[in-house]
């Protein structure tokens, strides 16, 4: 299933906005997970904007990444995007069993926790990284953007994301949009979108009643004048490599590799994104001790 981020402006391009269809990816990430089908709702809710945010990047080369840190139970998430659409995800605890909320819904604010913090880290090639966090306002993910972006970035947003999962826990439907208020923007536009805002269903009514994102774009956008600008494909993938975990081995020192050396003879690892499992036996490792003095 294609997985996509469409960037438009609208309003005599006084709103700029990118809407995702994040079903096949988010799947992919429950598969590899494992996830409950409210810690799907939760990861995938992340991914997809997390992919959104990441085609907002302009320079080849820069990344970002997305935490998650809430008092409740699924404890932390982490996405990581580049500007190229690959996408990244993991949650600490992806087991997390919880009653629905009262309306019939998951409870992603109750999993999450509506207590913490969201670290946005952006590496766009500069010395430093810009890093930028704010409270966590209802650990829903798409308020906590919401929040994000007007206390950190100081750009008005309106953020919603969606998740829908099938009774066999499977993804149904997944996607989002970010719609941003440009500077200058007249306040006759700021005043009906936000009217038009508080009576749109929600993001997986909408994806169930329209057959893509351009028609989406259309329902969400009605009464709107808007341009679709690109379209860029967005995936789930992970980078990591022997070299990277070799890396991360020599970071651990001397002492600690002779440890594993001596008392293990071999050592596993497990990236966290994908689950990939890569085994160094002894005479890996003593080549890497080799490095490491």
Same mark, same amino acid.
């Given at each position: 299933?294609?997985? /996509?981020?469409?960037?438009?402006?609208?309003?005599?391009?006084?709103?700029?906005?990118?809407? $995702?269809?994040?079903?096949?990816?988010?799947? *992919?990430?429950?598969?590899?997970?494992?996830?409950?089908?409210? #810690?799907?709702?939760?990861?995938?809710?992340?991914?997809?904007?997390?992919?959104? +945010?990441?085609? +907002?990047?302009?320079?080849?080369?820069?990344?970002?990444?997305?935490?998650? &840190?809430?008092?409740?139970?699924? &404890?932390?998430?982490?996405?990581?995007?580049?500007?190229?659409?690959? #996408?990244?995800? /993991?949650?600490?605890?992806?087991?997390?069993?919880?009653?629905?909320?009262?309306?019939?819904?998951?409870?992603?604010?109750?999993?999450?926790?509506?207590?913490?913090? +969201?670290?946005?880290?952006?590496?766009?090639?500069?010395?430093?990284? /810009?890093?930028?966090?704010?409270?966590?306002?209802?650990?829903?993910?798409?308020?906590?953007?919401?929040?994000?972006? $007007?206390?950190?970035?100081?750009?008005?947003?309106?953020?919603?994301?969606? #998740?829908? #999962?099938?009774?066999?826990?499977?993804? &149904?439907?997944?996607?989002?949009?970010?719609?941003?208020?440009?500077?200058?923007?007249?306040?006759?536009?700021?005043?009906?979108?936000?009217?038009?805002?508080?009576?749109?269903?929600?993001?997986?009514?909408?994806?169930?009643?329209?057959?893509?994102?351009?028609?989406?774009?259309?329902?969400?956008?009605?009464?709107?004048?808007?341009?679709?600008?690109?379209?860029?494909?967005?995936?789930?993938?992970? *980078?990591?490599?022997?070299? &990277?975990?070799?890396?991360?081995?020599?970071?651990?020192?001397?002492?600690?590799?002779?440890?594993?050396?001596?008392?293990?003879?071999? $050592?596993?690892?497990?990236?966290?994104?994908?689950?990939?499992?890569?085994?160094?036996?002894?005479?890996?490792?003593?080549?890497?001790?080799?490095?490491?003095?």
């Amino acid at each position: 299933m294609k997985n /996509y981020v469409m960037r438009a402006v609208a309003a005599n391009k006084n709103l700029r906005v990118f809407l $995702a269809v994040t079903t096949g990816m988010v799947e *992919d990430a429950r598969k590899i997970h494992q996830t409950t089908p409210v #810690v799907t709702a939760a990861l995938g809710r992340t991914i997809t904007a997390t992919a959104m +945010m990441g085609v +907002m990047l302009k320079g080849d080369r820069d990344k970002l990444s997305v935490q998650i &840190k809430g008092d409740g139970p699924v &404890k932390q998430i982490l996405v990581v995007a580049n500007a190229h659409g690959a #996408v990244k995800g /993991y949650v600490a605890n992806p087991y997390v069993e919880l009653p629905l909320r009262e309306d019939g819904k998951l409870d992603v604010g109750g999993a999450v926790g509506r207590n913490g913090k +969201m670290v946005v880290i952006k590496d766009l090639g500069l010395k430093e990284p /810009y890093i930028g966090q704010s409270d966590l306002v209802s650990g829903e993910i798409a308020q906590d953007f919401t929040s994000y972006f $007007a206390y950190s970035e100081q750009q008005p947003s309106a953020v919603a994301l969606g #998740v829908l #999962v099938d009774c066999d826990y499977s993804v &149904k439907a997944a996607g989002g949009f970010i719609i941003q208020v440009l500077p200058d923007a007249e306040e006759e536009v700021i005043a009906k979108l936000e009217e038009k805002l508080n009576n749109l269903p929600s993001v997986t009514n909408i994806m169930e009643t329209v057959k893509d994102g351009e028609e989406m774009l259309s329902r969400i956008l009605e009464g709107f004048d808007f341009e679709i600008l690109d379209q860029k494909e967005v995936k789930l993938t992970c *980078d990591c490599s022997v070299e &990277k975990l070799e890396k991360a081995l020599i970071s651990v020192g001397e002492k600690d590799l002779k440890e594993m050396i001596e008392e293990d003879g071999q $050592a596993e690892l497990t990236c966290h994104f994908c689950n990939q499992k890569y085994h160094f036996d002894q005479e890996h490792l003593l080549r890497l001790l080799k490095q490491a003095k």
